[in-house]
């Protein structure tokens, strides 16, 4: 079988659902731990938190390898990871102290998840096709699908086959990773930037766009974070649901919106201006924490929240896009650099609304005031956007 470049792109949509298999499974077993391990609220804190660290020290240091090492064998690397990290999830908890396995598959699978953060983005920005923000945007939206479908299967095989099997679930996944990796190993995959051309890490810092880049990168994140963390509990709270219903109408619709919102810009991407675009999905976005917050009905605060899910969903890729499109020559280290702003953002976000909760209610609610407080990320997009605009027209005037 000769492979192409279309199969460099399928592999690169697995790739992406592996990331949202990697974060987004493990907390479903969270109740599971506890029960059958003795796990803590602060030891299944610390584990989130690891993985967090553990991928943004590897969007660091991946700035610096994957050029070096090639991109073939790290994104081969990366999914062999994730497999490892999930199968070690449903085993090293049996064959040592449980919470000590647990760290070491989840410091296992937050590398792979790393390195794809890192790498499968720029693969995309490098292949020959045309239209590199519908792309961008269209490969972005594997990870709201990968997002529904962890939820949605893991839910469904818990209920035919009952939590006690949990284990098998862990291996069932790491089945994806494994033929990814196979995949990744057989397509052609370009470099993003001539070894030349390559700007240096130092230099980049010196780039003044860059550091706004680097700004709208960490508010994307946390713009969409800041509300999927806790979409679940809003849920649950605002129409005091069981926890699986709660999840349907919290992140699972969340994750479908903002899926949706990455295929309409892909579909459209060759019409609009994309700069002009996040500035209307930041203005969404505004409306929709507000919406949230300061809604009395909560039947409209659940609205907003999809709301936010279709506002937020352009932003992180199309930030990206517009990073390469201005930085053509920053490389790996660019994206690598802007995956862990963006990583920074996603920690940013929730834990700015918990912050806010824990000192001021609207309502009667904490969450609903610290929610509102998450207004100021797509409030700061909005003026990085205009700062863009300017930086352009300033530009253009120059070279008249």
């Given at each position: 079988m000769t492979f192409t470049f279309k199969h460099t792109k399928f592999a690169c949509y697995c790739g992406y659902i592996v990331s949202a298999v990697i974060n987004n499974f493990t907390p479903?077993?969270?109740?599971?731990?506890?029960?059958?391990?003795?796990?803590?609220?602060?030891?299944?804190?610390?584990?989130?938190?690891?993985?967090?660290?553990?991928?943004?020290?590897?969007?660091?240091?991946?700035?610096?390898?994957?050029?070096?090492?090639?991109?073939?064998?790290?994104?081969?690397?990366?999914?062999?990871?994730?497999?490892?990290?999930?199968?070690?999830?449903?085993?090293?908890?049996?064959?040592?102290?449980?919470?000590?396995?647990?760290?070491?598959?989840?410091?296992?699978?937050?590398?792979?998840?790393?390195?794809?953060?890192?790498?499968?983005?720029?693969?995309?920005?490098?292949?020959?096709?045309?239209?590199?923000?519908?792309?961008?945007?269209?490969?972005?939206?594997?990870?709201?699908?990968?997002h529904v479908a962890v939820v949605l299967l893991t839910t469904l095989y818990f209920s035919i086959f009952g939590t006690k099997n949990w284990t098998v679930i862990c291996v069932i996944w790491a089945i994806l990773p494994i033929f990814t990796a196979l995949l990744y190993s057989q397509v052609p995959i370009n470099s993003f930037t001539n070894e030349e051309n390559k700007i240096p890490i130092r230099k980049l810092f010196g780039i003044k766009i860059f550091w706004v880049f680097l700004i709208l990168m960490l508010c994307s994140g946390a713009a969409e974070q800041g509300m999927a963390q806790w979409a679940s509990l809003f849920a649950e709270s605002a129409l005091g649901v069981s926890k699986t219903v709660g999840d349907l109408f919290g992140p699972c619709m969340f994750a479908i919106t903002m899926g949706i919102s990455r295929v309409v810009y892909g579909k459209a991407a060759a019409k609009l201006n994309l700069a002009n675009y996040i500035l209307t999905c930041a203005g969404l976005c505004i409306a929709s924490y507000l919406l949230v917050s300061l809604s009395p009905n909560s039947v409209l605060s659940l609205i907003g929240c999809a709301l936010c899910g279709f506002s937020v969903g352009v932003m992180w890729p199309g930030v990206l896009s517009l990073a390469a499109g201005r930085c053509p020559q920053g490389g790996t280290a660019l994206f690598a650099l802007l995956a862990l702003a963006g990583d920074?953002?996603?920690?940013?976000?929730?834990?700015?609304?918990?912050?806010?909760?824990?000192?001021?209610?609207?309502?009667?609610?904490?969450?609903?005031?610290?929610?509102?407080?998450?207004?100021?990320?797509?409030?700061?997009?909005?003026?990085?956007?205009?700062?863009?605009?300017?930086?352009?027209?300033?530009?253009?005037?120059?070279?008249?």
């Open positions: 479903l077993l969270f109740i599971i731990f506890q029960t059958d391990f003795g796990i803590t609220m602060g030891q299944l804190s610390f584990l989130i938190t690891l993985n967090f660290g553990v991928q943004m020290t590897v969007d660091f240091l991946g700035a610096h390898f994957a050029d070096k090492i090639g991109y073939k064998i790290s994104v081969v690397a990366a999914n062999i990871f994730s497999a490892a990290g999930l199968i070690l999830m449903g085993t090293l908890p049996f064959l040592m102290n449980p919470f000590a396995g647990l760290v070491i598959a989840v410091v296992t699978y937050a590398v792979g998840s790393g390195l794809l953060e890192v790498l499968v983005s720029p693969i995309v920005e490098a292949l020959p096709t045309d239209g590199k923000a519908a792309s961008m945007s269209l490969l972005h939206s594997f990870y709201c699908w990968g920074v953002g996603c920690f940013t976000g929730p834990n700015t609304a918990a912050a806010i909760s824990e000192k001021f209610t609207i309502g009667g609610s904490a969450l609903k005031a610290g929610l509102l407080g998450c207004v100021i990320f797509p409030v700061i997009m909005i003026l990085c956007t205009f700062v863009l605009k300017v930086m352009k027209d300033r530009k253009e005037k120059n070279h008249e």
